[in-house]
DNA sequence: CTCGGTAGGAGGTCAGACCACGTCAAGTAT
DNA sequence: ATACTTGACGTGGTCTGACCTCCTACCGAG
């Protein structure tokens, strides 16, 4: 009876509890680590005691000790260099870059949709931009914008400048939230992109459409800048033929078979 | 000279190569999972082997079968119960919720920002859900707003229909990929909100708005749905005043300071 | 001054033993 | 016969301590 209200909130909301994720030690580790973030003895790319000692100060094997980092590791929030130590994140976030494409897979994740997430964030990125881009960002947008063009003969280069641009509008959206989004969704596209790119025609048209949104955020006209990444997104959609398909049956293949229950083994 | 353009690439494209995140027997785990998933031997719900069995076969320690499996397990993909097994990730699809929070400590993430980002992530699987959603998404909707009614009275309760409610409206969008995302940021605010919610006062009002939210995406009017939940979540944010602050000086404490360099240890 | 080698420090892996937790079935009491 | 207790077993969690690999910095040879 009463077990019955009890399941409920355990099966339907999942994330309440502190997770199933780790164990005692390991969320140790980690506690540990997110209390010295955030009383701020550990900055952005500072480097964290050699495993041997951190074990120690914790009264933990290494063993344990590791486990915790790769925790942290495998988050982005710690970037591990063998045979040189252990370091908190400093580049722009993200949220498990690798994640989206396994979780992808795992959950049959089509390209369209991709896209479809980037343009809903980049269209709001760019708006954001405009109205609070400082001269820095214009200066730095500015600049790849000019180094696009200059590659258009080379496409893989091209690709790093087009990158580089649109994550700067991220920056200067002034909303390190989104942008971390944004990093995670794009960054899981760009080893598609890559090889696409080779076979591009018209990189000409995507540099001069990538000024135009610069211009725009640079003049703050938060719409026009907004219409103009989803046109620019919209086209490189298409060059990718990527659409989402007109109407597919949706045999409900995801959402039907994962109702039962978890079923237990299966060798 | 060259090492400058290398340089550059190494610097400000950190995610072109297959990241510095772990290494051999690490990434040999996560790739033979991930090709186990991809080629479908493993499901979600599925159980994989005993660490000490999974490990012999992959002829590794059981120590890096483990790391390998921690690996997998902070971002998502799997789940591990102590003392019973690990298994393949089967709920809604999340993004590392636990790296949100730190990831937030690490780069002074605002709750002004998150609810800024929800707000754009909601509007569009509002709009999205007016379009695609299936009566099965609208029956359990209907169901959701019942449930907050009757709720009304116990805050604690009401939250959990209301989160449910937001994320049926994400299934409902059709774009697994923006339902993990809003899954991440708005799990990261929920301990926040479970505070907040016990002295709310117009509980009743909110139960209407999603009650006009669900009306909206019924009748498939997408640009009214989405105005709604706009209004729903604006208007969440101030009840909890987490307004954006007006015109902060934005000391750049965040973008200057971390230029420099890499600095190498500080004990 | 430059080049090459070497020693040390740091993370990566391994092995095997033992601990802690959940499950389920055998056993016992009712 | 049913219901409760209890303990064996399987699974993940932790520990120890040894050894490997990689990177860096130092230092002597040229």
Redesign the pocket.
């Known amino acids: 009876m009463l077990s019955l209200s009890f399941l409920k909130d355990l099966l339907l909301m999942p994330h309440t509890a502190p997770d199933l994720s780790?164990?005692?030690?390991?969320?140790?580790v980690v506690n540990h680590v997110r209390a010295l973030i955030e009383n701020g003895t550990l900055q952005p790319g500072d480097?964290?005691?050699?495993?041997?000692?951190?074990?120690r100060a914790l009264?933990?094997?290494?063993?344990?000790?590791?486990?915790g980092?790769?925790y942290l590791?495998a988050m982005g929030v710690m970037k591990?260099?063998?045979?040189?130590?252990?370091f908190v994140a400093d580049g722009p976030p993200d949220l498990g870059k690798a994640s989206l494409s396994l979780i992808g897979a795992l959950h049959g994740f089509q390209t369209w949709q991709m896209f479809e997430a980037r343009i809903i964030l980049e269209r709001s990125l760019a708006a954001l931009a405009a109205e609070r881009g400082k001269e820095e960002h214009h200066a730095r947008m500015s600049e790849e914008v000019a180094e696009m063009f200059a590659t258009i003969e080379r496409p893989a280069d091209y690709l790093i400048h087009d990158v580089l641009f649109h994550r700067i509008i991220a920056q200067a959206s002034g909303n390190p939230i989104l942008a971390a989004v944004m990093e995670t969704v794009t960054s899981s596209m760009y080893d598609k992109r890559r090889k696409t790119v080779e076979r591009a025609t018209d990189l000409r048209e995507s540099a001069e459409m990538h000024r135009e949104i610069y211009r725009a955020i640079r003049v703050r006209k938060a719409d026009e800048a907004r219409d103009l990444m989803e046109k620019h997104l919209r086209m490189a959609q298409t060059a990718q033929g990527a659409e989402r398909p007109a109407d597919r049956k949706v045999s409900t293949t995801s959402a039907a078979a994962r109702r039962p229950r978890p079923r237990?083994?299966r060798s």
Chains 1, 2 share one sequence.
């Not at 780790?22 to 140790?28: G, K, L, V």
């Not at 009264?59 to 486990?67: C, M, N, P, Q, V």
Request: proline content about 5%; hydrophobic content about 30%.
């Open positions: 780790n164990s005692h030690r390991t969320m140790h480097k964290i005691p050699p495993e041997r000692e951190f074990a009264k933990i094997s290494r063993a344990s000790l590791r486990t980092i790769g590791a591990i260099r063998h045979g040189v130590g252990t237990t083994a």
